[in-house]
């Protein structure tokens, strides 16, 4: 059986989630309180791993505000709290059939409905059976055709110490903590039970037996966790100090320590990662489930990435994607944008809880809602498929191709604008292989080197100096440039402190501005002479100073730019020294080319072996295509 879609309704925070599609895995995407975990929790309870979370409870879990007015009513009009509804497979059919005759399976949709009544009630999509009135033979059938719910939050977590008589008093009284069913399983996994620790006696061949068990898991988290692979479980059974609290201070009390073995030191099993401690503890759970009710399994994972870095969450999807979806489904919640499939927003569905006004105006509160096909309107809810959609743009643009980096998208719409226009004149523009990539400013171009990475050879940064050489030096000397070419504007305009407007040329700048404000006359850049003012001044502020003295207004860096992408044909014709920038372009063009291919060339006797080409300053070429002199950044 195959879940297909579901509804949740008066539960805790969820008046009525509304129906929505489940996928093979979905991801239940909202802010912290939305109801992501009341979801999680009704689902659990249609067929729970731990038998005693099965009930809805009426005075714990019914929405308040309406409990009072719910229990006057409950014994003759009982409400449901989750609907279900399930897509029965060939085997499943293939199953009813054999024991029920053939023609039994009207429909390959079966509902399944659990509230505040006992049991579950069952009916076919279209059949002629009342709700919970199908034949027992039937319903005792379905029964065992649906998985059992694993749920697994970060309340199953084990406990790095545990008393072992504690332990036996809350078995007994049934009163188990989550961690406490963990660790229970774990002593399953080896054939024993809380009672025979007890006794000091044979505590070496327990702990031998307890670490055999701990390895498989530690080795498959080793595939998953890029973390730190060195990490292996140890045990150690001793009895209880009166100086430690209770209730370690007496009976015998088992201790759960990491070994780290690249640094050989171990640590109690509390002051490890989240990371590694959830792991560990989910694939213990998951094994003993699975030997006590096989693989027809559903997996609820809650918030599963919590307080793990980005590269773990990234892990912990390709461990979701690798061993459980391809055997069982998988619904879990989270708040990261790293725990978001980019490939596969589609199975994304947002969740937050509502509140609207009518038409007097007056507050109403809507609940839990869950919008399918990741449909919301509130922008704090969508942050995450936002992010983790923007970051696997960015990423895919940079991957495999050859990305030249600058400061901001003026330069990105200059660059673009004038390698077209020497393209279409015959001349060397771009390679169109080339992406155009704003970073928003020199110091995040760092920061997006480290988070994007570089191939070697295909990645080019083009700052400018404005400001001096500081962003520049502290650029260099850290390690990022390594996978990177550098090229600066002060080489290609008149100035060593400037920007890509220095480069484009004073005049012909000056004439855009013009053009893009509408200046009348007498307000005007001028023109003539502009070549031969004071060079030390950059265009931009040269710009900045004129608008101001003629009251015309802040000026905006980025509207000649939008401009003249807009008003190509306008531009070439009336922009003065058009040529001139032309060719300068074409220079700084042929420059982040050769620097490509000097990165690209071999190590020759002065590189290390299986390690990049020195990174090249490339100084301006006199030619376009030649370079004259390449400068090694020491």
């Known amino acids: ?277 959830w792991f560990f503890s989910f694939l213990v759970w998951f094994s003993q489930v699975r030997r006590t009710f096989g693989d027809n399994l559903f997996i609820l994972l809650d918030d599963p990435g919590i307080g793990l870095h980005a590269q773990a969450q990234e892990d912990l999807l390709r461990y979701i994607a690798m061993e459980l979806e391809p055997h069982y489904q998988v619904l879990y919640t989270t708040h990261s944008p790293f725990m978001v499939d980019p490939n596969n927003l589609g199975r994304a569905r947002t969740v937050e809880d509502i509140t609207t006004k009518n038409e007097q105006g007056d507050e109403q509160y809507l609940g839990t809602k869950v919008g399918d096909k990741m449909f919301s309107t509130d922008p704090g809810t969508l942050i995450p498929l936002r992010t983790a959609l923007g970051y696997e743009l960015t990423r895919s643009i940079v991957t495999g191709q050859k990305t030249l980096l600058v400061e901001s998208p003026a330069e990105a719409f200059y660059l673009n604008w004038f390698s077209k226009r020497l393209n279409e004149k015959g001349r060397a523009g771009l390679d169109p292989a080339w992406k155009i990539v704003p970073c928003g400013g020199s110091e995040k171009i760092a920061a997006f080197l480290a988070l994007f990475g570089a191939n070697q050879g295909s990645v080019v940064v083009l700052m400018d100096t404005t400001g001096g050489q500081t962003a520049l030096e502290q650029f260099r000397k850290s390690e990022l440039p390594r996978s990177c070419g550098i090229l600066t504007v ?48 950059r265009v931009l502020d040269s710009v900045k100073i004129h608008l101001s003295a003629h009251d015309i207004g802040a000026f905006d860096r980025h509207r000649p730019a939008e401009f003249l992408a807009e008003n190509a044909g306008r531009c070439m014709k009336k922009l003065p020294d058009i040529e001139g920038a032309l060719d300068r372009l074409e220079r700084l063009f042929a420059d982040v080319s050769a620097c490509c291919q000097i990165r690209q060339e071999p190590a020759t006797s002065t590189g290390l072996p299986g390690r990049p080409h020195p990174i090249a300053d490339v100084a301006p070429v006199k030619k376009a295509g030649r370079l004259t002199e390449t400068e090694k950044i020491s």
């Open 1 to 277: 059986m195959k879940l297909r879609s579901m509804q949740v309704k008066n539960f805790k925070c969820v008046e009525d989630s509304t129906w929505f599609d489940i996928c093979p895995v979905t991801c239940l995407v909202g802010k912290n309180e939305a109801g992501k975990t009341s979801l999680l929790e009704a689902l659990h309870k249609l067929n729970p791993d731990v038998a005693e979370l099965g009930d809805f409870d009426v005075l714990l879990e019914y929405p308040r505000r309406r409990r009072k007015q719910y229990q006057r009513r409950a014994k003759t009009e009982p409400d449901d709290a989750l609907i279900t509804r399930w897509e029965l497979e060939d085997k499943d059919i293939k199953a009813l059939e054999e024991s029920l005759g053939r023609g039994a399976v009207p429909s390959r949709i079966v509902e399944a409905r659990k509230g505040y009544y006992p049991g579950r009630r069952w009916a076919f999509e279209g059949g002629s059976s009342p709700e919970g009135t199908l034949p027992t033979s039937v319903q005792t059938k379905l029964e065992r055709l649906l998985p059992k719910f694993l749920y697994f939050s970060k309340c199953n977590l084990m406990n790095g110490r545990i008393s072992i008589d504690n332990l036996i008093k809350n078995q007994e009284r049934g009163n188990l903590s989550g961690p406490e069913r963990v660790f229970l399983s774990l002593l399953d996994l080896v054939g024993t039970k809380p009672r025979h620790l007890t006794s000091i006696e044979n505590s070496e061949e327990l702990i031998a037996d307890l670490e055999a068990a701990a390895g498989p898991i530690t080795e498959k988290i080793a595939k998953y966790w890029s973390q730190n692979t060195s990490l292996r479980v140890n045990f150690q059974l001793h009895p209880g100090k009166l100086q430690d609290p209770p209730p370690f201070d007496k009976g015998q009390v088992l201790q759960t320590r990491i070994l780290n073995t690249r640094h050989n030191l171990t640590l109690n099993f509390d002051e490890r990662s989240t990371g590694f401690v």
């Open 490 to 537: 002060d080489k290609y305009g008149p100035s060593s402190d400037g920007s890509i407007e220095d480069v484009i040329g004073r005049r012909t700048y000056f004439g855009l501005v013009n053009l893009c404000y509408k200046l009348p006359r007498r307000h005007r850049l001028p023109l003539t002479g502009a070549e031969t003012s004071d060079q030390s001044q």
